[in-house]
Antibody
């Protein structure tokens, strides 16, 4: 069965960096686009970034552009989110999610989600 | 770009049907068939229940259905059950530099 397991969250001071990881299993990771979606405490969902199945394309939403970078290592079945210059408003549970579109396609819906990892940005 | 607009809450009795609306613009819902819906129980990850406006993933009850008209998408849940009590989020591709936009979420209470 499909499993996505995030790690790397924690408490970090404003301006510092953090790297999140998401280990995938139960499907052909190298054939699937992957996303990061976040949810601030008590708030709604916010899409963060997408990366194509082969890493050839990656897009980030405006609020994190230039600070966050999505990447992947298909040899390790692992998705990453490098977060720099963190701000208090980045405090959220970060979910990795599998792209639900057809193999190698990106249709911007998410058919499997991890359990999430909490990032708290506070001094 | 603002979030898609959903009612903050809806309620219904067991066995009844409810509909949750999701209003966007001609730049998102109105332009693409890439509307999806997610169910989220407290403390849990979201679960996909509708994609591409009206398609149901394998394993999702046929009590859930989706539709779209103009700039507004809708999720209908028929035969309400206690387990349907959860938060529901709509989502649409929007292109530009935002790419994906979610609704603010609707809390469904089963009376």
């Amino acid at each position: 069965q499909v499993q996505l397991v995030e790690s790397g969250g924690g408490v970090v001071q404003p301006g510092r960096s953090l790297r999140l990881s998401c280990v995938a299993s139960g499907f052909t990771f190298s054939s699937s686009g992957m996303h990061w979606v976040r949810q601030a405490p008590g708030k709604g969902l916010e899409w963060v970034a997408v990366i194509w199945y082969d890493g050839s394309n990656k897009y980030h939403t405006d609020s994190v552009k230039g600070r966050f970078t999505i990447s992947r290592d298909n040899s390790k079945n692992t998705l990453y989110l490098e977060m720099n210059s963190l701000r208090p408003e980045d405090t959220a549970v970060y979910y990795c999610a599998r792209e639900g579109g057809r193999i190698t396609m990106i249709e911007y819906f998410f058919d499997y989600w991890g359990q999430g990892t909490l990032v708290t940005v506070s001094s | 770009q603002s979030a898609l607009t959903q009612p903050a809450s809806v309620s219904g009795s067991p066995g009844q049907s409810i509909t949750i609306s999701c209003t966007g613009t001609s730049s998102d819902i109105g332009s693409y068939k890439l509307v999806s819906w997610y169910q989220q129980h407290p403390g849990k990850a979201p679960k996909l229940i509708i994609y591409e406006v009206s398609k149901r993933p394998s394993g999702v009850s046929n009590r859930f259905s989706g539709s779209k008209s103009g700039n507004t998408a809708s999720l209908t849940i028929s035969g309400l059950q206690a387990e349907d009590e959860a938060d529901y989020y709509c989502c649409s591709y929007t292109g530009g530099s935002i790419y994906v936009i979610f609704g603010g979420g609707t809390k469904l209470t089963v009376l």
